[in-house]
C-alpha cells in the first residue's frame, strides 16, 4: 500500500471529503452493476480504511491479482480437481497465503490490499484472492460461505458434470475438504450439520456484504473505533437489500460521535421502518432520538 500522507501533505479535510464521496459513489453504482466485481468492491472497501490508497493502490492492487493469474499453467488438466491443486500450489505453496489465528485481531486482515502484501488475513479474504485470481485465469471457481467460516469450490456447484466439485480451504493454504472434512468443520466451528444449501455459491455482494459484517463486528469489540464502525455501516447502507436495522446502529453511531442532529434523524427514519413489525421498539428508538435532539439544549 502507498505511504501514508505526512503532516506536510498539502491536501485539506474538504479534498479528503470529495475524495471519499467519489469512493462511495464509486462503490455504490458497482454494487448495483449488473455483474459486480468482486475485487473492486473490497478494494473500495480498503480505501475507506485507508484514505491513502487512491485510485494507485487500487490499481496496484489490481495488477498484483493479474499478475498472479499469469503464474497459473493454462488450463491445467484434471478437471476441478487439477484447478484447485493448481491455484493451491501457487497460492498456498509458492506465495504461502493463509490464516492464524492472530488475523482475527487485526483490521488488515479485512482489507485486501494489505491480504495481498501480507499474504495473511481472514479466511473470507483469502478466498477472495483465490477466487480472482483463479476467475482471471479462467478456472470454474466461487466462493462458498460456510456457517463460521469461507472457502472456495471448484468445478460445477451442484457437483454433477465429468469434472466434479472440489472443496478448498484457503486459510489452510488450500487444503481439499473432502465432504467428510467440510462436516467435521461445521462441527467444530457452529455444530451445525452439513447441507446442500450451505454449498451454495456466495453471490459478490454476499461476499461484500460479509466482509463488511467482519468490519463492523471487530470494531465493535473496541469502542475506540467508532469511526470503523460507522464507515462499515455506511457502506453497508449502499449495498442493495441492505436490512432497515442498519440505520438504528448508524443513529447510534452518530449520536456517540457527538452528531446529535443527524444521529437523531437517522433514528427517527429507522423508527418510522420498525413501526408496524414492532411498535414497541419504534417508541424505544424514537425516545433515543428525542434523547439526543435534547443534547443539544
Known amino acids: 500500500m502507498p505511504d501514508r500522507p505526512d503532516a506536510h501533505d498539502p491536501r485539506g479535510a474538504d479534498d479528503d471529503a470529495g475524495d471519499r464521496t467519489a469512493l462511495r459513489r464509486r462503490f455504490a453504482a458497482e454494487a448495483r452493476a449488473e455483474r459486480p466485481d468482486l ?4 478494494l473500495l472497501v480498503a480505501a475507506e ?3 491513502s490508497l487512491g485510485e494507485k493502490g487500487i490499481d496496484a492492487a489490481q495488477i498484483e491479482l493479474d499478475r ?4 497459473l499453467p493454462y488450463a491445467p488438466g ?9 491455484v493451491g500450489a501457487l497460492l498456498g ?5 493463509r490464516g492464524t489465528r492472530d488475523d482475527f485481531a487485526a483490521l488488515e486482515s479485512s482489507l485486501l490490499p494489505e491480504v495481498l502484501r501480507r499474504r495473511r488475513g481472514l479466511p473470507i479474504l483469502l478466498s477472495v484472492v483465490w ?3 483463479a476467475r482471471r485465469a479462467g478456472a470454474p471457481v466461487y466462493g462458498v460461505a460456510l456457517p463460521g467460516h469461507f472457502v472456495v469450490g ?3 456447484p451442484a457437483g454433477t458434470d465429468a469434472g466434479g466439485r472440489v472443496l478448498a480451504d484457503p486459510s489452510e493454504g488450500g487444503r481439499p475438504l473432502s465432504e467428510g472434512d467440510t462436516e467435521l468443520l461445521l462441527a467444530a466451528v457452529t455444530g451445525e450439520p452439513l447441507t446442500p444449501a450451505m454449498l451454495t455459491p456466495a453471490a459478490p455482494l454476499d461476499i461484500v456484504r460479509r466482509v463488511l459484517g467482519n468490519i463492523r463486528a471487530w470494531a465493535a469489540a473496541r469502542p475506540e473505533r467508532g469511526d470503523v464502525r460507522l464507515w462499515a455501516v455506511e457502506l ?5 437489500h441492505h436490512p432497515a436495522r442498519l440505520r438504528r446502529e448508524r443513529g447510534q453511531l452518530l449520536v456517540a460521535r457527538g452528531d446529535f442532529l443527524t444521529g437523531a434523524a437517522e433514528l427517527e427514519t429507522y423508527a418510522e421502518v420498525a413501526e408496524a413489525a414492532d411498535p414497541q421498539e419504534a417508541r424505544d428508538v424514537r425516545r433515543q432520538a428525542r434523547a439526543a435532539r435534547a443534547m443539544l439544549n
Open 39 to 42: 475485487a473492486l468492491l473490497c
Open 49 to 51: 480504511a485507508d484514505p
Open 68 to 71: 498472479l493469474a499469469g503464474e
Open 78 to 86: 484434471g478437471g476441478a480437481a487439477g484447478w484447485a491443486r493448481a
Open 93 to 97: 505453496e509458492r506465495y504461502g497465503f
Open 131 to 133: 477466487i480472482e485470481v
Open 154 to 156: 471448484f468445478g460445477d
Open 236 to 240: 453497508s447502507l449502499l449495498l442493495p
